[in-house]
């Protein structure tokens, strides 16, 4: 795993009021926590910056960055967060599936974190309530697990004879058994069999795609996890050879060019911009207990060229 501290020269926003004197010698570090592998947290960090700069906060200026990521292993998140915490940083922004913010909140309680979340904080024992998040953290959450049902039912009307659709999920991820509840449901009311497909590391892939063909199962869908950040594109391009039908839950035109047939989920976009306008409120005085947790609506769909209208694995 790699440690390293990620640097984006940004430019052309002016310095926070207040901060002209002391944060150009001395930067505000953010600790930047997450599950995600680095290269797929990358293609967000920008919509980021733009919240960051709309407070007055530049990258090179005013701020650093101190990047760390577990690389989709979770376990290794308790260790990342105490290492932000023991280097003092002024702000923990936590993303990536819900055990970055969860280890950033058991590692301090005096360390602002801003958090960026598809569960629900309350349920998952973050926040006490959305209005009121009180205490050191806040953040921003977007439909994640609300999306499921209708992510399957849009797979299911662009794969009319699939019988049975594959769910592969993240047997590790805080929000699993809820995210399999819903596909359940979901499942039953279209009258597809689903056939949850727990992957704990990406190794078991092969195996699974391979079993997918053994049990001629026209349909996958993929849960919303920073395991298949990386996986995305491997999976479009098999499931494009092999005549399987795709639902990711993030737009990602990498998966939509390699053969995914849609992807349908939150503005990812969207909530990096307003977690990084909650930073800059944070480091320009304001409690982050005092800052209600923003929910984010916007949801894309993007769909491939061609739709197919059969599987001809059913």
Same mark, same amino acid.
């Given at each position: 795993m790699k440690?390293?501290?990620? &640097?984006?020269?940004?430019?052309?926003?002016?310095?926070a009021p207040g901060l002209a004197r002391t944060q150009v010698h001395s930067p505000a570090v953010i600790g930047y926590l997450t599950g995600t592998p680095e290269k797929g947290e990358r293609t967000y960090t920008s919509?980021?910056?733009q919240g960051l700069n709309s407070q007055g906060f530049v990258e090179g200026r005013n701020i650093e960055i101190m990047f760390r990521s577990a690389e989709a292993h979770y376990d290794q998140l308790p260790m990342?967060?105490?290492?932000?915490?023991?280097?003092?940083?002024a702000v923990?922004?936590?993303?990536?599936?819900?055990?970055?913010?969860?280890?950033?909140?058991?590692?301090?309680?005096?360390?602002?974190?801003?958090?960026?979340?598809?569960?629900?904080p309350v349920r998952i024992g973050l926040v006490p309530s959305l209005n009121h998040p009180g205490g050191n953290i806040t953040g921003v959450t977007f439909l994640g697990q609300a999306l499921v049902a209708k992510r399957l039912e849009l797979l299911r009307e662009a794969a009319p004879a699939a019988t049975t659709i594959a769910f592969f999920v993240n047997p590790a991820a805080v929000q699993v058994e809820a995210d399999i509840r819903e596909a359940e449901n979901a499942a039953r009311v279209l009258?597809?069999?689903?056939?949850?497909?727990? %992957?704990?590391?990406?190794?078991?892939? !092969?195996?699974?795609?391979?079993?997918?063909? !053994?049990?001629? &199962?026209?349909? &996958?869908? &993929?849960?919303? !996890?920073? %395991?298949f950040a990386d996986l995305g594109s491997k999976i479009a391009t098999w499931a494009a050879q092999n005549g399987v039908l795709l639902m990711y839950p993030f737009r990602d035109r990498a998966v939509l060019e390699a053969g995914g047939l849609m992807t349908y989920g939150a503005? %990812?976009?969207?909530?990096?911009?307003?977690?990084?306008?909650?930073?800059?409120?944070?480091?320009n005085g304001e409690k982050p207990g005092d800052l209600p947790v923003q929910q984010s609506t916007n949801v894309e769909l993007e769909a491939f060229p061609v739709i197919l209208q059969h599987s001809p694995h059913d």
């Open positions: 440690r390293r501290e990620f &640097i984006a020269g940004l430019g052309g926003a002016a310095l919509s980021l910056y990342l967060a105490t290492e932000l915490v023991r280097r003092q940083v923990i922004f936590a993303t990536g599936g819900a055990g970055a913010p969860l280890a950033a909140k058991a590692a301090t309680t005096t360390i602002p974190i801003v958090f960026q979340l598809g569960a629900d009258g597809v069999r689903l056939l949850i497909t727990k %992957l704990a590391a990406g190794r078991e892939l !092969d195996n699974a795609l391979a079993s997918i063909v !053994d049990q001629r &199962i026209g349909a &996958i869908l &993929i849960e919303a !996890d920073p %395991l503005s %990812l976009y969207d909530t990096y911009r307003i977690a990084g306008g909650y930073i800059g409120r944070i480091l």
